[in-house]
């Protein structure tokens, strides 16, 4: 029996070309957006219906507002703004091949959204006990309809940033290959945007 015989065979692992690395991320960030654009469409159904009940009814929507209080909210749009920017930072990074950097700043962008939801259950409570709820009203429905939407977002984008962190802990991503930091990315500038619109039509208008 010769050596050729008994010598365990190799693994090869294949390497990733970079097109083939190039060629993944077009086809990840075509489905992203192709996702985000059905989400727009949802999102200005939801916000139509909102601006056509404020049209008809701005009393009501007035009483609300001073309910409300828009000074959370405002404090609450730029958590989730702030966020937004450590994001890019931590996009930055991992493009500089600093994992550490990564999942540093991503950790902030986990915090800050998770802030941003137990602020926006502090705000529903004080909604709940003035009355406002989501089948209370004709309003209740058309203002929780979007804003708990939104809020659903930002929780699977906190879960996300989470995931994105625990495979940078194991060793993913690197300057050659960060397409999942990269389309998380545009998730996160997605809702932050749809927030932006949310909190102009609902509370500023």
Known sequence: MTDAT??????????????EIAARAENLKMAT?????????????????????????P?????????AGVFLVAINTFLLLTSSWTMVMGLRAISKDNRQGLIQ??????????????????????????????????????????????????FIGVVWSLLVINHARKGGYSKRDHIGVEVFGLYWHFVDVVWIVLFTVIYLL
């Not at 008994?6 to 097109?19: K, L, R, W």
């Not at 800050?112 to 409570?125: A, C, D, R, S």
């Open 59 to 67: 009393e009501r929507v007035k009483e609300v507002h001073e309910t």
């Open 105 to 154: 700043w991503f950790s902030f962008t986990a915090v800050l959204g998770t802030v941003f939801l137990g602020l926006q259950f502090v705000e529903y409570n004080t909604l709940s006990a003035e009355g406002i709820t989501l089948y209370g009203d004709s309003f209740g429905m058309r203002f929780y309809a979007p804003t708990a939407f939104h809020g659903f977002h930002v």
């Open 6 to 19: 008994i010598e365990a065979p190799h693994e090869h692992h294949h390497v990733a070309s970079d097109h």
């Open 33 to 57: 957006w192709l996702f985000l654009a059905s989400e727009v469409v949802i999102f200005s159904v939801l916000i139509a219906i909102y601006f056509l009940f404020r049209l008809e009814f």
